[in-house]
């Protein structure tokens, strides 16, 4: 097995939005805003090749939205999907499969484009199978006041349309089942069966965060974002991932956190906190 990180591009999210509750004169010590109160957000994407088959989580948000959507998220920086991939000598028509941790626009907006006409959808990823639940597929279909804005049709019709949309099952009795050679947690406090990847690597435990912990300065247990639709489900999810992760050292791939890779954590007398930062290359390519 090898793995790469792939950069899908940077944006800006609102920095109250990310924090909730939490005042900006705390939350900005980690995340400092701009002058419209935008802090930075990475896209940052995990390829994984087992054999033949080439799995990428998560894809960003994609370029086929106009103009005035974008105007809202400030897209910074120089990194793009097909740029990253090409780096690491793959093109998207040898993805096997896309794994999505959930379906929010920042987070598979990437796996439907324009066709060539620009007169309808298609799949950017013409050879690949698109993995989501179907709970969380139903929940994102029929999306609910809060959520409906982040859960795009143009995103998920296309899919379906195509043939290439599939269900992961997940297996009676447990929170980890492995298919795509990897194990899976679920959560349900940002959003209905969110997915947290769980991966075996050169001997460590690497976990892709997704938005159950989005940035290293989302570790202390009330930082949670104003995004997730059951804020408390998420403290008390959050609060026994971070206390496993520290005593297992488990190391945390992180997706939107645009200055940190990858973290690990320890416990302290305030409780869990951020212990180490680390690049991809300096942690498994030195």
Known sequence: MKLYPIEAGNFKLDGGAMFGVVPKSLWSRTNPADS????????????????????????????????KFFSYYYPWGEFDLDSSL??????????????????????????????????????????AKF??????????????????????????????????????????????????????????GHTDKQMIPHIQYQGKTLVFMADLLPTAGHIPLPYVMGYDTRPL???????????????????LFMEHDAHNEIITLKRTEKGVRLDKTYTFNELFNS
């Not at 419209?36 to 989580?57: F, K, P, S, V, W």
């Not at 780096?87 to 324009?114: A, E, Y």
Request: hydrophobic content about 35%; charged content about 25%; overall charge negative.
């Open 233 to 251: 489900l998420t403290l008390s999810e959050k609060e026994a991932f971070l206390e496993k992760a520290a005593d297992e050292g488990f190391y």
């Open 36 to 67: 419209n109160n935008m802090i930075d957000i990475g896209a940052r994407c995990l390829l994984i090749e087992e054999g033949n088959q080439l799995t990428l989580i998560d894809n960003g948000l994609g370029d086929k939205q106009s103009e």
């Open 86 to 127: 090409k780096k690491h000598g793959f093109h998207r028509d040898d993805i096997t499969d896309v794994f999505l941790t959930h379906l929010h626009f920042d987070h598979c907006g990437g796996s439907v484009q324009w066709n060539k006409e620009r007169t309808g959808y298609e799949p950017a990823f013409k050879n």
């Open 131 to 188: 993995w989501t639940n179907k709970e969380h597929w139903d929940w994102a279909i029929n999306p609910n006041p809060r959520e409906k804005a982040s859960f795009l049709k143009e995103n998920l019709l296309p899919m379906e349309e195509s043939g290439q949309l599939h269900f992961l099952e997940r297996t009676q009795g447990s929170h980890f089942y492995d298919q795509l050679n990897f194990g899976v947690l679920f959560v349900d």
